[in-house]
């Protein structure tokens, strides 16, 4: 006696590619997370490696395994998550920004970057945090100039405005840590809305959105070794800007100020190329370069390359990122992966110096391991 299907037909598996074959491979996801039940940590490493293989079509079976009750099961699950968020945050952020990158909001990309610290994490949470923030300066900045922000009070009052912000943004107890610059958690947009401290680019994220939901025009202005943000002011033939530092209380800076902290980090001080307004695309690739840098002084290697995987969706063609990652892997031992990341830094066309790094890996790879 035939055994009956658990669903009715159409049966799915005698469906055309694409979709049959997707149903096939995730099928095969299920069965594999079902066997990392009874099998020991060796045979589930192998598991979860034959898992990733599927890619992101892996992530509805993985998903659905995370909350299961049987722990071998669970585990696995959660692991191949792990390794596969990153590319699903880096696909996300790189279609928003191709669909229009000017209007890309900040926010929402930190958001997405920090299911790299919880994959469970819901990123339009995040933005509603936000807009409530929001709408408290609003309330707290119309109680203190005694008119509702419009297109004429933004015009005619825009320093009152920039005032009274700062004076929410001090009263609401956003600060600076400087001596946690390598605090993981200082990187992660929810966390820093908890803690209300951070690292000065998730800091003068957080400022911007609130600036622009309240209507000011801002951009975000990256210094060497700081980061802070312009807002718009109108002047008396035409606009001009005024540069705040969310790290420091959102203090105002003059040009010399902002002289001296580039001068600070080595550098000649060139107005037209340190205060110039960066991309969201450069703002992502900023956030990725500073958790690379923290993982790596942890010796996260792991925790690096999933970050470098992000980099590599935000810039297909840069061989830079794919470099990173071959790197981390090659110290993790993952030496498939890393000689497929080398060979495709090698097919980028790369500057002499990365290219050189690149040959020099990729020989020892073949020597040490040829197979």
């Not at 998730?202 to 959105?209: H, K």
């Not at 609130?210 to 109108?234: A, D, S």
């Amino acid at each position: 006696m035939a055994t009956r299907l658990p669903f009715e037909p159409p049966d799915p598996r005698l469906a055309p590619a694409p979709e049959g074959e997707l149903f096939r491979r995730q099928r095969r996801v299920a069965l594999l997370l079902d066997e990392a039940e009874s099998c020991g940590s060796e045979r589930r490493e192998e598991l979860t490696r034959e898992i990733l293989l599927a890619g992101l079509e892996a992530l509805p079976a993985v998903q659905a395994a995370i909350g299961s009750d049987r722990p071998g099961t669970a585990a696995v699950a959660g692991r191949a998550l792990r390794l596969l968020v990153p590319d699903k945050i880096g696909q996300e952020m790189a279609e928003g920004l191709a669909r229009n990158e000017e209007e890309f909001p900040l926010e929402l990309g930190a958001a997405l970057l920090a299911k790299l610290d919880d994959p469970t994490l819901e990123p339009e949470g995040v933005v509603r945090r936000i807009d409530q923030l929001a709408r408290r300066a609003r309330r707290h900045i119309v109680t203190a100039i005694g008119e509702p922000l419009t297109r004429k009070s933004i015009h005619t009052r825009i320093f009152d405005i920039i005032y009274q912000l700062a004076e929410f943004w001090k009263a609401w107890g956003f600060h600076a840590k400087g001596d946690e610059h390598y605090d993981i958690r200082n990187n992660w947009l929810p966390q820093v809305l908890e803690r209300r401290t951070g690292l000065p680019i998730l800091l003068s994220i957080v400022y911007l959105a609130i600036c622009r939901r309240l209507g000011l025009k801002c951009e975000g202005i990256g210094l060497p070794w700081h980061f802070v943000v312009r807002v718009e002011v109108p002047l008396e033939n035409s606009p001009g800007f005024v540069f705040l530092d969310p790290f420091h209380d959102a203090q105002p800076l003059d040009l010399d100020d902002c002289k001296k902290m580039v001068e600070a980090s080595g550098q000649t001080f060139d107005p037209d190329e340190h205060l110039k307004a960066l991309r969201p695309r450069q703002v992502m690739e900023r956030i990725c370069n500073n958790l690379v840098a923290a993982y790596d002084r942890q010796k996260q290697f792991l925790e690096a390359e999933r970050v470098a995987t992000v980099l590599i969706h935000l810039g297909p063609d840069a061989p830079w990122p794919r470099l990173v990652r071959a790197e981390r892997r090659l110290r993790r031992g993952e030496y498939r992966l890393a000689r497929k990341d080398l060979r495709a830094v090698l097919a980028l066309s790369p500057p002499p110096a990365l290219a050189h790094a690149a040959t020099t890996m990729l020989k020892h790879i073949e020597f040490e391991h040829p197979f």
